[in-house]
């Protein structure tokens, strides 16, 4: 029980934490926070229900007035923008990323990063697209296409994401528990 | 941990949170509601009204937290002016500037402790039945307490970057880091259980 807390805890800090730290650069030069691959963390290492949990809370922070999002962004305003199907999103994404990694038995790297592809950017763009569709008083297709530059960039984060869970498995046997 | 609570004291940090977070959400409804760019423009100008009352130190802290919304109008003004449907595009750009500045506002006017305090009030049916909402509070706590200790980590892994490699910080300090942070829940973990746990029964009110 402690533990649990603890790590929903600690993993709603890294997810601000990633949010915080300088961006770093992909290969193309582009520019990228890792908030987004901090939500796939969540799902791949602590599975479905903690992961969700651990953004959950990490939303009701930034909710409750603290600029925990990327470029020191929060308080109710957050969920004001047209980017708040991508909050709502969040714990969604880390539940399937979870859910996905906890059933599905094959080499970790792979399925963490299939998990990530599917929760972090399938079902969070799902989100995404609709909640900018509604505040921007757009279709679905027109929503969509505004957000397609965004797609590489998590696509190559799920994969990240993927390789980093393999990474904490072996240096950390233990704590990835989506496989406990 | 630096909240978004405007340091500037207004009337309407004086204003219980409950009331403000209310009025924000009635308010919110309405404007979502709202179709008419005249109607919507009002709106904004009494958004505006309310924003200058916290005097000029105020409005311009609040005026930049609304460059987010500048790439969206950008791309409303580029979209509806190609498009020709003017009006539909300055309904959307009124109300996306009206919504977020209030919320903005109610943000800007509350202490966290205030916010925290309303939050405990809308857990409080959860109390009555049964369910403790200890483990929140101290989550909450934790989170607050260990997210600059990880970003301060993140620095220092990205720093150790720097001095090793002449290529820009990669995604590769991102699995220490979050191994930190499990390492970091295992001894919170400990002390918890070393405190007596979560099992511990508080005196019900």
Redesign the interface.
């Known amino acids: 029980?402690?533990?649990n807390?603890?790590?929903?805890?600690?993993?709603?800090?890294?997810i601000?934490?990633?949010g915080?730290?300088?961006k770093?650069?992909?290969a193309f030069g582009v520019p990228i926070t890792?908030q987004s691959?901090g939500v796939m963390?969540c799902g791949t290492?602590l599975g479905a229900r903690r992961g969700a949990l651990a953004v959950l809370?990490?939303l009701?922070?930034v909710a409750?007035?603290?600029?925990?999002l990327a470029?020191g962004?929060?308080?109710?305003?957050a969920?004001?923008?047209?980017s708040v199907g991508f909050l709502i999103g969040f714990p969604v994404a880390a539940f399937v990323t979870g859910l996905i990694v906890e059933r599905w038995r094959a080499g970790l790297a792979s399925v963490a990063a299939v998990a990530s592809l599917v929760g972090g950017v399938v079902v969070l763009y799902a989100f995404g697209v609709v909640g900018m569709s509604l505040?921007?008083?757009?279709s679905i297709p027109q929503a969509a296409l505004?957000v397609t530059a965004f797609i590489p960039g998590d696509v190559i984060k799920a994969i990240?994401a993927g390789?980093?869970t393999a990474?904490?498995a072996k240096?950390?046997p233990s704590?990835v528990l989506s496989r406990g | 941990m630096i909240s978004l609570t405007s340091p500037v004291e207004t009337w309407a940090h004086r204003v219980p949170a409950g009331v403000k977070l209310a009025a924000l959400s009635v308010t919110t409804v309405g404007l979502l509601a709202l179709q008419s760019p005249g109607a919507l423009a009002l709106a904004l100008a009494g958004v505006v009204g309310l924003t200058l009352t916290g005097g000029p130190s105020f409005a311009r802290a609040a005026a930049h937290a609304l460059k987010i919304l500048l790439p969206f109008l950008l791309l409303i003004a580029v979209w509806h002016g190609v498009t020709g449907q003017i009006e539909a595009g300055m309904t959307v750009a009124l109300r996306l500037l009206a919504a977020l500045a209030l919320a903005n506002f109610v943000t800007m006017t509350t202490r966290l402790s205030d916010m925290v305090a309303v939050a405990a009030v809308l857990l409080a049916p959860f109390r009555r039945l049964g369910l403790s909402t200890r483990a929140l509070e101290l989550s909450v706590a934790l989170v607050v307490r260990f997210t600059p200790s990880i970003a301060r980590k993140g620095g220092l892994l990205a720093e150790a970057w720097r001095a090793r490699s002449a290529r820009r910080t990669g995604w590769q300090i991102i699995m220490p880091l979050a191994a930190t942070a499990l390492d970091d829940a295992d001894h919170v973990a400990e002390a918890l259980r070393a405190r007596g746990g979560l099992e511990t029964t508080e005196p019900t009110d």
Request: aromatic residues 6%; without cysteine; proline residues 5%.
């Open positions: 029980m402690e533990r807390l603890a790590l929903i805890a600690l993993f709603a800090a890294l601000a934490a990633l915080l730290i300088p770093f650069t992909l890792a691959m963390l290492v809370l990490f009701a922070l409750l007035g603290l600029p925990l470029g962004r929060g308080g109710l305003g969920f004001a923008t047209p505040m921007l008083d757009k505004l990240l390789l980093i990474g904490l240096s950390r704590s």
